[in-house]
């Protein structure tokens, strides 16, 4: 329980931590505003996306092992995913075994390597993931430059041109990515080992539900002044 409330502390502390761009609009006189690059920029997109795919390769190493290799006597497939033929729910081998997590002190006391390997592959996939949903999913600092242009807002001291602000957002886009990737890898990874209530996905959703119902809020009354910069805000 402690565990949980250290990480759901730690998750509170860094959806807080956020770079802000100040911007006026050009359409309503003396109207000033902050536009927030948050450190975790990418949401938790990521994280369900590695997730997704840790569950898949288990199901996809089940499948072949029960074809290929249910004694655990083809040495390729030993290399790839092993399972206890009495009890094939969870790898006991392979390298699918280090991508899964041990739940559990007793069990990471056990395997010490494989909490080490499961941690590090989940802030990598992560990071991969953040990097692709920054580009797929309208966040890139191209995109992000444009939606400021069409929110009628400019950055005080910038051309109102999207190469100037694309330029500014560069600055911070690329590196609040990989960051915030890293330290939702690196919560989800360790809060799986560990064991904590929730599971590591299960704590950065609660979290980022909460938040969501705030910036809705925050967002709501914005839009009774700028309905096109709230709906902005609304996204960032």
Do not use: C, H
Not at 146 to 168: M, W, Y
Request: proline share 6%; aromatic share 10%; net charge positive.
């Amino acid at each position: 329980m402690f565990l949980t409330a250290g990480i759901l502390a730690i998750l509170v502390y860094t959806q807080g931590m956020k770079v802000e761009i100040p911007i006026v609009s050009t359409k309503y006189r003396g109207f000033a505003a902050t536009y927030p690059i948050k450190m975790m920029y990418v949401s938790n997109i990521p994280v369900i996306l590695a997730s997704a795919l840790t569950a898949n390769f288990v199901f996809i190493g089940q499948m072949f092992w029960s074809q290929f290799n249910p004694r655990n006597n083809n040495a390729f497939m030993n290399f790839l995913v092993q399972f206890d033929p009495t009890a094939p729910s969870s790898p006991i081998g392979g390298i699918i075994y280090y991508v899964t997590p041990p739940r559990g002190l007793e069990i990471v006391a056990q395997d010490p390597l494989r909490a080490v390997g499961y941690v590090i592959f989940m802030v990598a996939i992560v990071i991969v993931f953040g990097r692709l949903w920054v580009e797929l999913g309208g966040l890139s600092p191209k995109k992000a430059a444009q939606n400021l242009l069409d929110a009628d807002v400019q950055v005080p001291g910038f051309r109102r041109s999207n190469k100037p602000i694309e330029t500014l957002l560069n600055r911070y886009i690329p590196s609040v990515t990989i960051i915030g990737s890293a330290i939702l890898g690196l919560i989800a990874g360790v809060s799986d080992v560990l064991g904590v209530f929730g599971t590591g996905i299960g704590i950065l959703l609660s979290v980022d539900i909460l938040i969501n119902y705030y910036n809705q809020l925050v967002k709501e009354q914005v839009e009774v002044v700028m309905p096109r910069l709230g709906a902005l805000l609304g996204r960032s």
